[in-house]
């Protein structure tokens, strides 16, 4: 896998438990740059219910401070989860209904909300990180032509939940049909969010 200048690489894949009621298997990968080698040691730990609840435990660990060199800065480190675009309506509890960030939230009000996927886009002129709501516990994900939906939330830290993008855009809004979600943890609150004209805003 590759994305932003990196490479992530999976050296093992180990079954540690097994039961009637759950199964763990853990992933280790390694994310390395071109110019500077292998930066993070990732463990992930999936543990998979008879409920159909999956519960993931990710462990980070620099390696360039290995190196001798300064500390590694990281912008953000999550988990990226493909889904079909039929889940287009999303509840979440947390600030809203507006946009709100980290650094400009004190207008949103702690509730539980509900919107279209879609909605939550903000068509600025100049394409740019929009949508985003912050501090959220948990946001769900459903498909309204059925009973299936995603619910995602976190334990131990935050979550984002944004829209990927199709090839081609939309003749009448002019951007492009989510099918993906992503869960990503990042310091300052969960946030929902969404790109816009192909291009992803400053992070």
Known sequence: MTGG???????EVTPVAHSPSRVEILVRSTVSAAKLGPLLDVQTRYTIYGSKDIKMAVKVVS??????????????VGVALQVPRELAEVSWFGLGPQESYCDRKTGGVLDVYHSHVRDLHTPYVVPSENGGRAD????ALRDPGSKMGLLLRTTNGPVVVEEEEEEEEEEEEGRKEAVARRMVGKKGGV???????GREGGR
């Open 5 to 11: 200048g990196l490479t992530t690489t999976v050296s």
């Open 63 to 76: 390696l360039y401070e290995k190196q001798g060199t300064e500390p590694l800065h990281l912008p953000r």
């Open 136 to 139: 959220v516990r948990w946001a």
């Open 191 to 197: 946030v929902l969010g969404v790109r816009q004209g």
